[in-house]
């Protein structure tokens, strides 16, 4: 039996029709045949993750399964009403950055809330994982994490963690999330962080 049941949010929306449903925002153009799509990477990631959890017997559910850009109270409430049922809820809010930075960020809503705790390990081991990209840590409190007002750490009652996979405007880094080995990488230490909460 897991401990927890993980309620994934991938960020912003997909395509439908051909149309991105995020845009102008959660894009960017590098050249004419090198666009990213923040919410296409993010389900892309959502969908791995889902599928490799499942294969530990960890049981999971997609807070957006279609590609519909879900308004973040609606994803809150969601995730609430999922909470009802599961109080042994964890949320993680999947994203892609962007604003000229470099590397990961860990995001729990603030004040001191076991949140922290996972935000805490998930830090831990991106930072054992991937030991040439950046952290963008936050220890003024002692820990890894930042800590925002964001919708979906706020306004949700079950524990949630929001990560930031490296920036998709810098163009070292799009080119790492535009790579299959990068992003089984990144989901494989999604799942060793999942499993060490789990046996804790």
Same mark, same amino acid.
């Given at each position: 039996?897991?401990?927890?049941?993980?309620?994934?949010?991938?960020?912003?929306?997909?395509?439908?029709?051909?149309?991105?449903?995020?845009?102008?925002?959660?894009?960017?153009?590098?050249?004419?045949?090198?666009?990213?799509?923040?919410?296409?990477?993010?389900?892309?990631?959502? &969908?791995? #993750?889902?599928?490799? %959890?499942? @294969? !530990?017997? *960890?049981?999971?559910?997609?807070?957006? +399964?279609?590609?519909? $850009?879900?308004?973040?109270?609606?994803?809150?409430?969601?995730?609430?009403?999922?909470?009802?049922?599961?109080?042994?809820?964890?949320?993680?809010?999947?994203?892609?950055?962007?604003?000229?930075?470099?590397?990961?960020?860990?995001?729990?809503?603030?004040?001191?809330?076991?949140? &922290?705790? #996972?935000?805490?390990? %998930?830090? @831990? !081991?991106? *930072?054992?994982?991937?030991?040439?990209? +950046?952290?963008?840590? $936050?220890?003024?409190?002692?820990?890894?994490?930042?800590?925002?007002?964001?919708?979906?750490?706020?306004?949700?009652?079950?524990?949630?963690?929001?990560?930031?996979?490296?920036?998709?405007?810098?163009?070292?880094?799009?080119?790492?999330?535009?790579?299959?080995?990068?992003?089984?990488?990144?989901?494989?230490?999604?799942?060793?962080?999942?499993?060490?909460?789990?046996?804790?």
């Amino acid at each position: 039996m897991s401990k927890h049941i993980y309620l994934i949010d991938p960020g912003h929306g997909g395509f439908i029709d051909g149309v991105y449903q995020t845009a102008p925002r959660k894009m960017y153009q590098h050249s004419p045949s090198e666009i990213f799509y923040e919410g296409l990477y993010n389900r892309k990631i959502a &969908d791995l #993750l889902m599928r490799k %959890l499942w @294969e !530990e017997n *960890i049981p999971t559910i997609n807070l957006a +399964p279609s590609d519909l $850009d879900i308004p973040l109270l609606v994803r809150a409430n969601i995730a609430n009403s999922y909470y009802e049922h599961y109080r042994n809820a964890v949320l993680l809010s999947l994203h892609s950055n962007s604003g000229g930075g470099a590397g990961f960020e860990v995001f729990t809503s603030p004040g001191p809330t076991y949140s &922290d705790h #996972l935000a805490q390990r %998930l830090g @831990e !081991e991106l *930072i054992a994982g991937f030991q040439d990209i +950046p952290f963008r840590a $936050d220890t003024s409190d002692g820990d890894l994490d930042k800590e925002e007002d964001f919708t979906i750490l706020t306004q949700t009652y079950c524990p949630a963690v929001l990560v930031e996979c490296l920036f998709f405007d810098n163009y070292n880094e799009y080119l790492l999330l535009e790579d299959a080995d990068f992003r089984l990488a990144y989901v494989r230490t999604l799942v060793n962080w999942i499993k060490k909460v789990e046996n804790e």
